[in-house]
């Protein structure tokens, strides 16, 4: 995604307020925060380690270990662009857009959200969200999605896979697998929930918390769209991996 001279201009200004001062074309760096944009997405990364009482799927904000060490934080710009409501933002839609992903980002980093902040009113989600959205189907697996809006939050998260408690060290290895696979996905944060005991689950969720009230209802159905994808991606593999009852000699050998 190509931003024009003037929107650049007016981004560095409001970037600036944050921190972040341009180093290269349309990329930002601060102390220990940088911010590209890459193919449409505004990609913070941080190698600042979170809060010990912060991290995995409560966290506030769109934060979620790499794959390559550190944090990122990846937000579609485009996507953003296609559905945000331009009321408000006049011409200036674009950097107003990324200065307001960009402060979202800034105050979530240390595992905390913007004081005062509230999710949307239960009527516009009802709006945003009909209940056909919230349901997730991958072959003849059937998943509800849920919606967890409360005072200080708004997340969604699904059920990947349920996994038996029974399950042999090679299994256990390839749910692993399964794991790392799915948190290579943008925007999705997946742990397994409660290893080792019942019910296991491999869960994943995508956190609004946080989020400017025009940038949390527009990315509020990309972020269901998010979920589904990893859910009909994954979902069957990682239902038969956990199922000990489900026999294969590749799954009882140990991955390599």
Do not use: Y
Request: aromatic residues 4%; negative net charge.
């Amino acid at each position: 995604m190509q931003l024009t001279a003037r929107t650049i201009a007016r981004t560095n200004d409001r970037l600036a307020e944050l921190g972040l001062q341009p180093d290269r074309p349309n990329a930002w760096s601060g102390e220990d925060l940088h911010l590209a944009i890459d193919g449409g997405w505004l990609c913070f990364s941080t190698k600042r380690s979170p809060p010990a009482a912060s991290g995995g799927l409560d966290a506030p904000g769109l934060w979620k270990q790499s794959t390559g060490g550190g944090r990122v934080f990846e937000a579609p710009l485009g996507a953003i662009m296609q559905r945000i409501d331009d009321t408000g933002f006049d011409d200036h839609a674009e950097e107003a857009v990324i200065a307001m992903v960009a402060t979202w980002a800034v105050q979530t980093l240390d595992g905390t959200g913007a004081r005062g902040w509230a999710p949307p009113a239960v009527e516009r989600l009802d709006e945003l969200l009909p209940p056909a959205a919230l349901s997730f189907q991958s072959g003849s697996l059937l998943e509800p999605c849920t919606l967890v809006s409360l005072e200080h939050t708004l997340r969604v998260h699904v059920c990947l896979g349920r996994i038996d408690p029974a399950l042999s060290d090679a299994r256990r290895r390839w749910v692993d697998r399964v794991v790392a696979d799915a948190r290579r996905l943008r925007l999705v944060r997946v742990e397994l929930r409660a290893p080792g005991e019942a019910p296991a689950m491999i869960e994943a969720a995508i956190d609004l918390t946080g989020a400017p009230a025009a940038i949390g209802e527009a990315m509020l159905p990309l972020a269901v769209d998010a979920l589904r994808h990893c859910f009909e991606f994954l979902a069957l593999t990682a239902t038969i991996v956990g199922d000990a009852q489900c026999a294969s000699r590749v799954l009882d050998t140990v991955p390599s």
